[in-house]
């Protein structure tokens, strides 16, 4: 089985710090895993609606993507890349790229699997000064 290394950031971060997960993932790991996993190492509350979607960019949403889509049938589309849109008042938009890099399947290894973080997560709900 194939494992696909998987780079989630925003496509437009104001902040002067990037933000970024890397995480490792089976093949056939369904975008409502990817929802819960991404929740998860972001650490949102899980509240809100979601959306996944194709586009050439985050404004031109060309297929949006039932949630029992798996990750190999995705990336077998070329010249698309993949957004997930999470709670549509506050619109946390991440692109979801795939490594082209192959790995294959290591028995000692828990999958989803963090590989590697930059920055500090967003606050979902911040406080903001009156």
Not at 10 to 15: I, K, L, Q, S
Not at 85 to 106: A, I
Request: charged residues 30%; glycine residues 4%.
């Amino acid at each position: 089985m194939e494992i696909f290394t998987l780079n989630i950031k925003f496509p437009y971060d104001e902040e002067e710090t990037p933000w970024s997960k890397t995480i490792e993932v089976k093949e056939d790991f369904t975008l409502r895993e990817l929802h819960k996993y991404i929740q998860e190492i972001v650490d949102f509350d899980d509240d809100h609606l979601y959306e996944f979607y194709l586009g050439r960019n985050p404004r031109n949403k060309s297929h949006t993507l039932s949630k029992s889509t798996a990750l190999n049938e995705i990336y077998l589309l070329n010249g698309l890349k993949l957004y997930y849109l999470f709670d549509f008042g506050d619109s946390w938009l991440f692109e979801v790229r795939k490594s082209r890099k192959k790995k294959m399947l290591v028995k000692k290894i828990k999958y989803p699997s963090l590989v590697e973080s930059l920055g500090v997560n967003p606050e979902q709900y911040p406080e903001y000064e009156c």
